[in-house]
């Protein structure tokens, strides 16, 4: 079993996401999708740690006001991640070039209904929006496509 430590993050500003756009990497399962910042834990690292790292060297910028909004579990075949989500609405820097791909304020609604994404990114985005209190959300992928959602250890609808 394969198993994965991640961050992922949303930083917020006047109504909008940063988001990602993949496009820079090779053999990305990601390729030309939308998401947060964020990535792999490095060895010792705390999920505070990781996110604060991953954001600084994807934007440039540096967090001072972030929380973390849950923990999401991907799993497909023998893969699974744990990722710890957050969001942030304070920070200093300006955006830099990322070497992952293309960085855009995108208005929240059209951010979580209309861009390119994962599923399941569909939803922990709505429920952040909710201002969902922290929660834990499984997700389970067949081939790319969700075939299993659970919010809080219940099974949800998709």
Known sequence: ?????????YIEKDGKYLMLRRTKKKNDPSKDLY???GGHFEQGESPDECVLREVREET?????????RGVVTFSDGDWYEYMFL???????????ECNEGELEWIDKHRATYELPS???DKIFLRLMQEERPFFSLKLRYE????????LDGRPMKI
């Open 35 to 37: 998401m947060g910042v």
């Open 118 to 120: 994962w599923e399941g």
């Open 1 to 9: 079993m394969d198993t994965e430590l991640t961050t992922l993050c």
């Open 86 to 96: 957050y969001s942030a609405d304070g920070f200093t820097g300006e955006l830099i």
């Open 143 to 150: 081939n790319k496509r969700l075939k299993e959602a659970a």
């Open 60 to 68: 440039g910028l540096t967090l001072t006001k972030f929380r973390l």
